[in-house]
């Protein structure tokens, strides 16, 4: 007695089909015109229903007890050796009405579950003395499009090495059981060098075309009308007799054999050998299993194609006019470095495989599941996005979060983590300090060691960014909070939220020195929030929310990979100025 599998589309329910062969992960991306393949759309209530062999067992990736219906208890608590978590079908007889649904996405107006978002799920049932069978079901994001989603997610990887989910994913079954003969550590190494190999190609294309370089000054003695003097060459020549019609001067030269570079190299040359040793343990196993499947043969084949194209990439980078002069050294990059994407990318690839220290933190391809809620996603792409524009915009980093000594590539970005950054004047003077924070819960009263208090019961900004100028007087503070959402939602269910940001944030540093004794007096600024403005992340405008663009003193700014980074930066760069001009104003200026 095999198992059926059911979805409720318009009321109605509707099969759909199993197959015996699991889909590899490298075949997803047209894995949705299968028949196999149910689709839905993000945030849109959607269940599954089985019925058959009330023996089998149903795994469904990232599947959780209470995505079952809460009064099927019977089957939904069932762990299998292996610590995996499945149920059973409801019994073939059972009408479908009566079946007990599994959740995808469920929301009645008082009761919501959602558990799955944008990503692709595999539906395994094994069945007492049957081949197992497989299905799978596809979400698709609402505001964003998979390629956006993909760059988002790519973009806090490349930021943030390691940046933890906000759930633990629940694995269903182990990496593969038709290719047992390869150690655990051989298949992580296999998987982070697939995941990866795109983003490799990039960085290394990137790194050989534009590389970091050093701009250095030769000394020596030059004819008149070839040389370039500074302070040294001065230096030189009132201690050392004149030479008639020659002085002591400098060319510059670009310099490759940088810190960087080197390290580079080395991890390149090291990358190499591990590939390589990858390739001798692959051409082993593909030799000894005639016993397998077809499918198993050249999913193994794949791979071996795949760590030969790492190869020929490695091999044109080490062979480049620039990388063949130069040393290697086993070192760390520089802090610039790593605020370069396509040399901190190869940096984190290479100490992923190297150490596969985070091997949970790689999506294993035969079981894909869920990484992060996407308003998950998009409010933690949006802080590290934001810093990431504060740097764009010439802001120089000081401490906290990434920029710490002690910052570990596992770090969970968790509540409350800030950058510290400064703001220097056209001579390269500090003139403002910038702080920008994640989801840091403001106090209800002031406080000696707090910035920022509120009156407000909204007390979570998603993002919040202070402006103060050298002695700590703040000057000004703006708040963004993303939103994952409608225009028209947001202004609807958030009014009072974003309104209370604006009114409802104190702060006893705010002008309070004797340099703004003016102003302060002028306009009674105790009495006043030092929040200049309100911003609203959100990633896409809807048709029917164009009139809201510009509403009640809340500026929308709309903003996904490759969209609204200018609307960002003229939000920020507004309170920056406006801080200089407080500073320039009144400081000093009793």
């Not at 940096?347 to 079981?367: A, G, M, P, T, W």
Request: aromatic share 12%; hydrophobic share 35%; charged share 25%.
């Amino acid at each position: 007695m095999s198992v059926k599998g059911f979805y409720k589309k318009l009321g109605e329910f509707k099969e759909f089909n199993f197959t015996v062969d699991e889909v590899d992960m490298s075949d997803y991306e047209t894995l949705e015109s299968l028949p196999f393949v149910i689709s839905t759309s993000e945030n849109k209530n959607f269940s599954l229903y089985f019925t058959g062999n009330v023996k089998a067992k149903i795994f469904i990736d990232n599947a959780k007890p209470d995505d079952v219906d809460k009064d099927f208890s019977k089957s939904s608590n069932h762990i299998n050796k292996d610590n995996n978590s499945f149920f059973t079908p409801d019994s073939i007889t059972t009408p479908l009405e009566q079946c007990h649904p599994f959740y995808v996405y469920y929301n009645d107006g008082s009761y919501v579950k959602n558990g799955y978002g944008p990503g692709i799920y595999r539906i395994k049932v094994d069945e007492p003395d049957m081949t197992p069978l497989y299905a799978y079901f596809r979400v698709t994001p609402k505001f964003l499009t998979d390629q956006e989603l993909r760059i988002m997610r790519d973009e806090l990887e490349s930021t943030t090495y390691g940046l933890a989910r906000s759930f633990e994913a629940i694995n269903n079954g182990i990496l593969s059981t038709k290719v047992h003969n390869l150690e655990t550590k051989m298949l992580e190494k296999l998987e982070i060098l697939h995941r990866s190999e795109r983003q490799f190609r990039i960085a290394t294309y990137n790194v050989i075309n534009n590389p970091r370089v050093n701009l250095n000054k030769r000394y020596g003695w030059k004819t008149e009308s070839n040389g370039n003097i500074d302070e040294h060459t001065t230096r030189v020549m009132e201690t050392i007799p004149n030479v008639e019609g020659r002085i002591f001067s400098f060319e510059r030269y670009i310099q490759y054999n940088n810190l960087d570079n080197r390290v580079i190299k080395y991890e390149l040359n090291a990358l190499n050998r591990i590939v390589s040793r990858l390739i001798q343990n692959l051409t082993s196993e593909i030799q000894t299993i005639e016993t397998y499947s077809s499918q198993s043969l050249n999913s193994l084949k794949s791979e071996k194609k795949m760590l030969f194209r790492y190869k020929s990439t490695i091999s044109k980078a080490l062979t480049s006019t620039f990388f063949k002069d130069i040393q290697s050294i086993n070192g760390s990059l520089s802090y610039s470095a790593m605020m370069n994407t396509d040399y901190k990318s190869i940096d984190l690839i290479f100490k992923s495989v190297e150490k596969n220290s985070n091997n949970h933190d790689y999506l294993v391809r035969q079981y894909v599941y869920d990484w992060l809620r996407t308003q998950d996603l998009y409010e933690i792409w949006g802080f590290t996005h934001t810093v990431k524009v504060l740097l764009d915009m010439e802001l120089v980093p000081v401490s906290g979060w990434i920029f710490d000594e002690g910052f570990k590539e596992d770090y969970l970005l968790k509540h409350g983590t800030h950058v510290n950054l400064i703001k220097n004047n056209d001579k390269g003077e500090p003139i403002l300090k910038i702080q920008i924070k994640y989801n840091v819960a403001l106090s209800r009263f002031p406080k000696n060691d707090e910035l920022l208090w509120t009156t407000s019961n909204h007390n979570k900004p998603d993002i919040i960014l202070t402006v103060q100028d050298m002695e700590d007087t703040l000057l000004i503070a703006l708040v963004m909070d993303t939103k994952y959402r409608n225009l028209s939602r947001i202004y609807g269910g958030n009014k009072e939220q974003l309104l209370g940001y604006l009114d409802g944030i104190k702060s006893e540093k705010y002008l309070n020195s004797p340099s703004y004794k003016r102003l302060a007096q002028a306009t009674r600024i105790n009495k006043k929030s030092p929040v200049g403005s309100t911003a609203i992340l959100f990633p896409k405008i809807m048709k029917q929310d164009e009139y809201l663009k510009n509403y009640n003193n809340i500026q929308p700014i709309e903003l996904r990979p490759g969209m609204g980074d200018d609307n960002l930066i003229k939000f920020i760069d507004e309170a920056l100025k406006s801080g200089i001009t407080l500073e320039e104003s009144y400081h000093g200026n009793l």
